[in-house]
């Protein structure tokens, strides 16, 4: 797989849907709020940048989570099982069971207007799996910057091999997107 589709260079193909972009839920998180007990009922939100984009009525009856919500104004209902697997220090860790497919997973996917499904079933990849070679130099890069001031210098605290260290990976990430780019334009001007 080292082409992409038509992509030269990139991961995968950018034709499947973004788990990113689709509502999810977590059932560590759940778990972790005590909303996975018998009879637990609440409701469950989900906001980007500020604003309201979802809510799910959550209810806990016997080993399943009940979920109502609407989706483009008509109202939708459905359950997920669950199922546990002993820790080895004692307890137990809960998973969701995909209605598509019955596997144990952390994390289902509400995508467009159908159910809630597990990522495979649901046809989503991760956006970093549809980056190429450009694109992971400039994330690469945004995280090293994150560690400087927002000016470039080095912050108070910083031991200055360790400023020295990142000022030269930024660099090397530098270096890997004009490569990327010379390779781009070699392979355009083979055409």
């Not at 995968?12 to 778990?31: F, I, N, Q, T």
């Amino acid at each position: 797989m080292s082409r992409g589709g038509s992509r030269w260079g990139a991961g995968r193909p950018a034709y499947k849907g973004k788990a990113e972009h689709c509502l999810s839920l977590d059932v560590r998180r759940l778990h972790r709020g005590g909303h996975l007990k018998p009879g637990a009922a609440c409701s469950w939100g989900w906001h980007r940048e500020g604003k309201r984009v979802g809510e799910v009525g959550l209810e806990m009856i016997g080993n399943a989570l009940h979920l109502r919500f609407a989706v483009n104004g008509r109202n939708a209902s459905h359950s997920i099982g669950l199922t546990f697997t002993a820790c080895p220090f004692g307890g137990e860790r809960p998973w969701f069971a995909c209605p598509g497919c019955c596997r144990r997973v952390a994390v289902v996917y509400l995508r467009g207007a159908g159910p809630f499904r597990c990522r495979q079933c649901n046809q989503l990849a991760y956006a970093s799996q549809s980056m190429d070679a450009m694109d992971r130099a400039w994330k690469k890069q945004q995280r090293f910057e994150s560690k400087l001031n927002p000016d470039g210098g080095k912050p108070k605290g910083m031991h200055w091999a360790t400023f020295e260290r990142l000022r030269d990976l930024i660099a090397d990430c530098d270096m890997q997107r004009e490569a990327a780019l010379a390779l781009a334009f070699d392979k355009l001007l083979m055409l």
